[in-house]
């Protein structure tokens, strides 16, 4: 794996994290659950836990995305915390609802700490904006638990701060009319909230800039650099706004239909990838030229590669076949097709002195090849498509707005179910 691939993929394999995190809470679950009297089906589950970590892991590595020890220090991560949750998840859940503010408190600013020290991403891509709508959403949780556990109308089993539900004393209809509800409250919210704060944020971030107190991000256009934030962003790669759900429903009806076909680099460091692999290519081809063309004799009756004296001034070919993988027997051919082979290209020069030739040999590959490079320099980066401005107060925004829906989500809409009705109040146990 390429250093550009390593810039765009770190150190570690958050997929692997995740993947295995999800096996191994699975795998607890199992054990502890009534499944374990059914012995095919948790033996199916369990097999399918394993089979989607496995699959996860060594996807990442038949990609390219990220090297062995990417993968095995991201999948080491994630066992241990599920690990970590399993064992010790009771006890963390008791000292949050312990009733001290202290606890929710101590949570959120190590939330925030995180976000801060969040790396910087090597391109503009969507990685910190997923991170932050995470951290949000962590967020909203804790403090919505801890207040809900509190508020009188959360049962206290199997864990505190369970919302009240249970489909044979609700009803279809009921459940149904929840469902319904509580997804338009989100969005709502997520309507309401966003352009909200995109317009009341930046007079307040412009104020803080003058203080010297910004923490300005790469990527991120500070306020003091713009009026006023222009409205539908397409910056939610999480939750479609309202206008957005003709189109998403469309497509999962025809999933083939608009689809777009990404050939060739997609980021800088996808670009940068390119250019490496395309020089390392041509390399390889003047070496195996170098090392594989027969000596040619030339007019003067020395011994050479090229000979000059050649009538009519004929350019001499200089024959390329088997010294590269052709599209028929090389895995590398789709590849090459997408970034280029970087194969080189001979043309002799006119007959001259030794040292002559020598020094304007070497003085025109110099200048060809650096006019080369930086041609398809120039022609790799021309067609990355360009990313989209983005603003500080965006942040801060998508803190807020998902820190509201998780609120919404384990809180508000309970509390709303229990008093139009929709609720199912008594305690169980």
């Known amino acids: 794996m390429s250093g550009s691939a390593a810039l765009e993929y770190g150190f570690p394999s958050t997929h692997s994290t995740n993947a295995v995190s999800v096996a191994v809470y699975a795998l607890f679950a199992l054990h502890d659950s009534d499944t374990t009297a059914n012995l095919n089906l948790s033996l199916?589950?369990?097999?399918?836990?394993?089979?989607?970590?496995?699959?996860?892991?060594?996807?990442?590595?038949?990609?390219?995305?990220?090297?062995?020890?990417?993968?095995?220090?991201?999948?080491?991560?994630?066992?241990?915390?599920?690990?970590?949750?399993?064992?010790?998840?009771?006890?963390?859940?008791?000292?949050?609802?312990?009733?001290?503010?202290?606890?929710?408190?101590?949570?959120?600013?190590?939330?925030?700490?995180?976000?801060?020290?969040?790396?910087?991403?090597?391109?503009?891509?969507?990685?910190?904006?997923?991170?932050?709508?995470?951290?949000?959403?962590?967020?909203?949780?804790e403090v919505g638990n801890f207040h809900y556990a509190q508020s009188g109308f959360a049962w206290d089993y199997p864990v505190p701060a369970t919302a009240p539900f249970q489909l044979e004393g609700l009803g279809w209809p009921k459940t149904i009319a929840r469902i319904m509800l509580g997804v338009s409250v989100i969005f709502a919210w997520r309507g309401l909230m966003k352009p909200t704060l995109l317009r009341c944020l930046p007079p307040i971030f412009r104020i803080i800039e003058r203080l010297g107190l910004s923490l300005p991000r790469r990527f991120f256009k500070q306020a003091s650099e713009y009026k006023k934030v222009p409205k539908h962003l397409k910056d939610d790669n999480v939750i479609p706004s309202v206008s957005e759900i003709p189109s998403f429903l469309t497509s999962m009806r025809h999933p083939r239909r608009n689809r777009a076909v990404s050939v060739g680099p997609q980021s800088e460091a996808d670009a940068y990838e390119?250019?490496?692999?395309?020089?390392?290519?041509?390399?390889?081809?003047?070496?195996?030229?170098?090392a594989t063309s027969p000596p040619i004799k030339e007019s003067n009756g020395s011994t050479g590669y090229f000979d000059?004296?050649?009538?009519?001034?004929?350019?001499?070919?200089?024959?390329?076949?088997?010294?590269?993988?052709?599209?028929?027997?090389?895995?590398?051919?789709?590849?090459?097709?997408?970034?280029?082979?970087?194969?080189?290209?001979?043309?002799?020069?006119?007959?001259?002195?030794?040292?002559?030739?020598?020094?304007?040999?070497?003085?025109?590959?110099?200048?060809?090849?650096?006019?080369?490079?930086?041609?398809?320099?120039?022609?790799?980066?021309?067609?990355?498509?360009k990313p989209r401005v983005r603003y500080d107060v965006e942040v801060i925004t998508k803190l807020i707005v998902y820190t509201g829906i998780a609120w919404w989500a384990v809180e508000g809409n309970p509390i709303v179910f229990e008093i139009i009705g929709l609720g199912f109040g008594t305690q169980i146990g």
């Open 44 to 141: 199916f589950l369990k097999v399918l836990s394993y089979c989607y970590a496995t699959s996860i892991v060594l996807g990442r590595l038949y990609c390219g995305m990220h090297g062995f020890l990417d993968v095995i220090v991201g999948s080491i991560l994630g066992a241990l915390l599920s690990v970590v949750q399993c064992v010790y998840g009771d006890m963390f859940d008791d000292y949050i609802y312990s009733g001290s503010l202290k606890a929710p408190f101590i949570v959120i600013l190590i939330i925030l700490v995180l976000v801060r020290i969040h790396p910087e991403p090597a391109d503009d891509c969507p990685c910190f904006d997923d991170s932050v709508a995470f951290a949000g959403v962590m967020i909203g949780v």
């Open 274 to 290: 390119a250019l490496a692999y395309r020089e390392k290519r041509r390399r390889e081809s003047i070496s195996s030229l170098g």
């Open 308 to 385: 000059y004296a050649k009538p009519n001034n004929q350019s001499l070919k200089v024959p390329t076949s088997g010294l590269l993988p052709t599209p028929a027997s090389s895995n590398l051919a789709l590849y090459e097709q997408m970034m280029g082979s970087g194969a080189a290209v001979y043309t002799p020069p006119t007959p001259m002195s030794d040292a002559a030739y020598a020094n304007s040999s070497i003085s025109r590959r110099a200048s060809h090849d650096r006019r080369q490079n930086e041609k398809e320099e120039r022609e790799i980066f021309s067609n990355l498509e």
